[in-house]
Every structure is written in structure tokens, then in C-alpha cells.
């Protein structure tokens, strides 16, 4: 079962904020998030664990509710390199990562 | 530390002919997985494989496709009597463990385009 992103797009300005969250109908194990820009390929962001953990990298952080099967990856003032599609990956154990369609952000000056 | 490498990085093939796309995992890294992209769409798992083993091919095709990790060199996924439908970016991705709990390292692709 494919994980439901939202938003499926979203603009904003330099130095705004966004979420884009990840939910799924199925008990998750672990939440891996990758950013892909056109024509490239996808770029590991984070993976979160079984656990309810948060964790951070700079601007970007995310959170993990595994008794809601969500995740919430959070972008603080955004900046231009931050535009490009947002995937969430999703396993329950041992399985391969099944993933959303995307979310695309577009930060714009 | 190379990464995940993918060649070629582009294919063109005529439809019926064959389509050959290689994948070489980071160094250490012994779980490859075959992934395929459609244009402004999401990643769609194709097949999972160890050194030598098939571990998961639930999202590949039955006919035309097949998957292989040999014990020495490259994984390759094979697309036989390739049609229009085939064209699409793959990806490829490794990691040091199996999936779930270890991170996947994707490769640069490999953007088929059949004639």
C-alpha cells in the first residue's frame, strides 16, 4: 500500500516554512525521506526508526508517530536549493520501501 | 567512497530489441534495488536482490523482465523485446543491510527511451 503524501505541491518564498506529511494505512517500521530534483536522482535526507523518534539536519527536520503511520518532515526558512520533489519511503520490517508520489516544492525569491 | 554508479546513463532502443541496465553498489554494500520512474511520478519498487539471490521481485514484471546480482560484478536488470510502455527512468539503490532500517543510496539512473 502506497503512502499518501501532502500536499502535492506547494510554493513558497524564501525564508517561509512548509511541512509535507506521509501517512499509511499499514503499521510502519521506518520512514526514509529523499529529496529529487529534475533529472536527478533521489537524495537521502533521513530515515526515522520504529520509536517515535524526531530528528533534525540543519533546517530540515522530521517526526514519526508510528501509532498514527505518519511522518512529518519539516522545512524552516526554506531556501532556493530547498525547491524540488519530496518522497517519503515507507517499510514495515524487512520490505522493500514502497514510496509516495511526491511532493513538489517550489521555493521561489 | 564512490557511490552507486548506473550505466549507460542514457539507452535508446527500438521496440523488440533488448535493453541491458547496470548497476554497481557503494563500496560495502552487498542489498541492490531496481526501481522505476515514470515522468512526474513517484519511484515504483521493481525487484530486490543479495549477492547471487532474488530476495524480492514482486514489483517486476513476470515476462520480458529479469534481475541479477552475480557473485562478481555489476547487478543488471534485463528487459527483453522492449515496447513504447518501457520507457522510463530506473534507479538503482544499495545499501550495507537489508531494506527497512538501513539507508538506500540511489544511483544517477538510466533513462531508457524506446523508439
Known amino acids: 500500500q502506497q503512502p499518501v503524501q501532502s500536499p502535492q505541491a506547494v510554493i513558497l518564498r524564501e525564508g517561509e516554512d512548509a511541512v509535507i506529511n506521509c501517512s499509511s494505512s499499514k503499521a510502519l517500521y521506518s520512514v526514509h525521506w529523499y529529496r529529487q530534483k529534475h533529472g536527478e536522482a533521489p537524495v537521502f535526507l533521513m530515515i526515522l526508526l520504529k520509536g517515535g523518534e524526531q530528528k533534525g539536519h540543519e533546517k530540515i527536520s522530521a517526526s514519526f508517530n508510528e501509532k498514527k503511520q505518519q511522518s512529518s518532515l519539516y522545512l524552516t526558512a526554506s531556501q532556493l536549493s530547498y525547491s524540488g520533489t519530496y518522497f517519503c519511503g515507507t517499510s514495515s520490517g524487512n520490505t522493500p520501501l514502497v514510496f509516495g508520489k511526491g511532493t513538489r516544492l517550489s521555493v521561489i525569491a | 567512497n564512490a557511490g552507486v554508479m548506473q550505466n549507460p546513463r542514457h539507452l535508446v532502443r527500438r521496440r523488440g530489441q533488448e535493453a541491458r541496465l547496470r548497476c554497481s553498489p557503494m563500496?560495502?554494500?552487498?542489498?541492490v534495488y531496481w526501481y522505476r520512474q515514470l515522468p512526474e511520478e513517484g519511484l515504483k519498487f521493481m525487484v530486490y536482490?543479495?549477492?547471487?539471490?532474488?530476495?524480492?521481485e514482486s514489483g517486476m514484471p513476470k515476462e520480458r523482465f529479469s534481475a541479477e546480482f552475480p557473485k562478481e560484478g555489476p547487478s543488471i536488470l534485463r528487459i527483453q523485446q522492449v515496447v513504447r510502455g518501457d520507457s522510463a527512468a530506473y534507479f538503482c539503490?544499495?545499501?550495507?543491510?537489508?531494506?527497512?532500517?538501513?539507508?538506500?543510496?540511489f544511483g544517477p539512473g538510466t533513462r531508457l527511451l524506446v523508439l
Open positions: 563500496k560495502g554494500h552487498s542489498h
Open positions: 539503490a544499495s545499501s550495507r543491510t537489508g531494506p527497512g532500517g538501513e539507508t538506500q543510496y
Open positions: 536482490l543479495q549477492k547471487e539471490n532474488i530476495i524480492d
